[in-house]
């Protein structure tokens, strides 16, 4: 994980397994994009996603994004059947807000914040 302090944001290559344990074969895999939901009002500014592939293949995936912008997912290249995993990479990059709620940073002296 890399953390920028001069733009505010820390982003890591994330590497995913995921098991079928449904009944049904899967399409697309989502994910919790938590820290989108406390992106700061003055820019609107949410996580980065790029770079996504399916470990086992090589093949890229396609993102999407949902009304809601704490939700993303990837259309698998093939369905995921049940019983199976699939391996997901992806970067990503993410901006820590000025401290709103419950998710951000704020200044506590010279040169010094916290998260």
């Known amino acids: ?5 001069e733009e505010k944001s820390y982003s890591a290559d994330i ?15 989502y994910f919790q994009d938590y820290p ?9 500014r949410i996580s980065e996603i790029s770079s996504a592939s399916n470990v086992l293949t090589g093949s ?3 993102l999407s994004r949902e009304a809601d912008p704490t939700v993303f ?12 995993t699939a391996s997901i990479s992806f970067h990503y ?22 998260v």
Do not use: C, H
């Open 36 to 44: 989108s939901q406390f992106r700061d009002i003055e820019n609107g």
């Open 1 to 5: 994980m890399t953390l920028d302090t």
């Open 73 to 84: 997912s990837f259309k698998l290249d093939e369905p995921l059947p049940p019983g199976y």
């Open 93 to 114: 990059k993410a901006f820590v807000p000025v401290l709103n709620a419950r998710f951000g940073y704020q200044s506590v002296g010279e040169g010094a914040a916290t």
């Open 15 to 29: 590497t995913v397994d995921v098991y079928n344990d449904s009944e049904d074969p899967w399409q697309s895999i």
């Open 60 to 62: 890229a995936l396609e």
